[in-house]
């Protein structure tokens, strides 16, 4: 159990400028994929109720965003395992520790600190965008507050990072190549998004986007495309588990 507590501290807390990091360039991306909501004349008015809650939603829409996600959640911790291996550390550390945590390790870790860098940034642009509009914005007592709201996005985007960066540690075991721990997500997500908008238009299910910004109808709303992305992340990571397992006895 303490190689995998390791793992989790390492991906999170040492290498938390690298979260940083990954946080503000999905800020960046939130902010250039903002679009103006107000006519010209609308700040001197006052804005409408909880509009930096509105001007998140639709930002976490735009393409720009959609593609910065599948990258930025593969930068914390995606390569651990094929670094240790190419080093040879891993021969001397493996002598002194449970080789079945040290493997938990190497799949827990990639998955939370990617899900964990997109739900962050999130949550970091709305309370900044709150800082900046919320002075500006009409005050209606009926309105209904939209953290909650932001907070499903966060939770949905967690495990959008955690799927794409487990793709990402995957695919980087199985080729030995760590391009692919960083590129292999961002063309496996684009892969699936043309498949579904040009040749199965019914089958929304496929694609990545849908799983994010839910546009048809889901069995238990977000929490159903929630359920899809834990089902495919625990694939993902069976099966990085037995390749991790096989590069380690072979």
């Not at 991906?11 to 994929?33: E, F, K, P, R």
């Not at 010209?40 to 976490?60: C, D, F, R, V």
């Not at 900044?128 to 907070?151: C, D, G, H, Q, T």
């Not at 892969?191 to 889901?218: A, G, M």
Request: glycine fraction near 6%; aromatic fraction near 14%.
């Amino acid at each position: 159990m303490q190689e995998t507590k390791t793992d989790l501290k390492r991906s999170i807390v040492n290498l938390s400028s690298v979260i940083y990091i990954g946080v503000m360039i999905l800020v960046i991306a939130l902010g250039a994929g903002m679009k103006q909501l107000f006519p010209e004349n609308a700040i001197s008015l006052g804005l409408m109720t909880y509009y930096h809650a509105q001007m998140l939603t639709n930002s976490l829409r735009s393409d720009i965003v959609l593609m910065a996600l599948p990258i930025i959640c593969t930068l914390p911790y995606t390569s651990a395992f094929l670094d240790e291996y190419s080093s040879g550390y891993i021969k001397s550390y493996l002598m002194k520790c449970d080789k079945r945590q040290y493997i938990k390790g190497k799949i827990l870790a990639p998955a939370i600190s990617g899900g964990l860098v997109l739900a962050a940034g999130i949550l970091a642009f709305f309370f900044i965008a709150k800082l900046i509009y919320s002075p500006m914005e009409n005050v209606s007592e009926y309105a209904i507050p939209p953290f909650m709201n932001v907070l499903m996005y966060a939770i949905k985007f967690f495990f959008a990072g955690a799927l794409w960066a487990s793709v990402g540690a995957l695919l980087a075991n199985i080729s030995l190549s760590k391009y692919m721990a960083y590129a292999s997500p961002f063309v496996f997500f684009y892969v699936l998004v043309i498949l579904q908008e040009r040749y199965f238009r019914s089958l929304y299910v496929i694609n990545p986007k849908e799983w994010l910004i839910i546009d048809h109808t889901w069995p238990l709303g977000s929490w159903g495309a929630i359920i899809l992305m834990v089902i495919l992340t625990v694939i993902i990571c069976t099966v990085n588990f037995n390749i991790i397992e096989r590069r380690i006895e072979g």
